[in-house]
């Protein structure tokens, strides 16, 4: 949503943008049977494509996910050369998908300087600089450069500039909305309501990618869902924020309560994890009146020993707690389902089973998240230790899909009975 939301920004400036998603589900030549919606989940389009170096043992396909280089030649070729190309980075470990992303955009538009922001440019920056063939590197939230960059686009003042576009990049109020109207297809409507984390769990980037933690008024939030279900028929909204329900009271209720007396036929999926300990009995009963359908929520790790060196968000009795505030609420175990971590370093095999009859004893969905090292966290040098791969080498070791964390002796019947486990 990040480069959508650039785009909006840019467009109050006066500066014409187009957009092109390496990633669109909705592409023309797209197979018809990756066009139906699944709430910004899978599945991708994705090609075979020979296994990087150091990953020739892993006894699984390597693909690349998105549209197929000659259709996005095809899709630039259309549009008139730009001034200025924006290029969002996401995954750590797809950096090589950015660099063929930027090596096409360099052969069609040799004279057009190319900017890279986005998860990977933030977390391995001098990675992205060395490898990725971008002029020129953005670290953090995009909001805090694109009037720079607006400036020197068009040589108008950066005072002009921020009274034309009402920006303030750190206040959520004064946020356009994302450019959705971009997209072939608007299938549902990626929300954002507060960006940042209060919390420094130890797996976790936030703190690097949005330092600061912010809210949006709970009003400009409801108009927003009003806007794209009256004026685009959207229906479903995907809250991607990192913690929805900290300050409930204040933030998250009045969102809730407002939704409930729209009384509008939408649904809300929370692929991001609520809070565990800031869901009561009655924050329960408000998501089910509100039209909330999918329910996640952040355990990560039943065993209380390494809950301490994990985070602090939550007891297995707190948990216990709101799984039955949830059910009592009239949400469906398929509805609610709790992340569990697998692959973390020095984890037992054991300890993973144990966290999953947890889950399912407090009648709830278990939910494998497969672990990806992450620089710039606190668990970062513990993953360098445990690992089998030289992560420091290359992002690309850090695919979640790997384990990179679980040393030798490896066998791969591991991911086999987790996947096993959580699906029974």
Known sequence: MGILLLGAVLRRCGIDVSYVDCLDRFHPRAPFALTGIRLGRGPYLKTWIPKPVGLEDVPRRFSRYGICPDWFREDLLRLSPPDLILVTSVMTYWWTGVYETILVLKEVFPATPVVLGGIYATLCTEHARQRSGADRILTGPGETHILNLAAELTGRSLESLRAQSGLDPYNLNTWPYPALDLYRKIPYVPLLTSVGCPFTCSYCASHALSPKRMQRSPETVVQEIRHWHMAHGVADFVLYDDAFL???????????????????????????????????????????????????????????????????????????RTAAYLLEAGFTREQVGAYLLVGLPEQDLASVESSINTVRSCGIRPIPAYYSPIPQT???????????????SDPIFSNNTIMPCQKTPFSWERITKIKQWTST
């Not at 300050?247 to 565990?276: K, Q, S, W, Y």
């Not at 009655?282 to 209380?304: D, N, W």
């Not at 606190?378 to 420091?392: D, N």
């Open 246 to 320: 900290i300050d409930a009271p204040h933030h998250a209720v009045p969102i809730l309560e407002r939704t409930i007396r729209m009384g509008l036929p939408i649904r809300f999926h929370t692929p991001n994890a609520l809070h565990i300990r800031q869901i009561t009995r009655s924050v329960a009963r408000l998501l089910k009146q509100a039209g909330f359908h999918t329910i996640r929520l952040g355990l990560e790790t039943a065993g209380v020993e390494n809950r301490e060196r994990l985070d602090h968000k939550v007891t297995l009795e707190e948990f216990s």
């Open 378 to 392: 606190p668990l970062w040098k513990a993953a360098i230790r445990s690992s089998r791969y030289p992560l420091e």
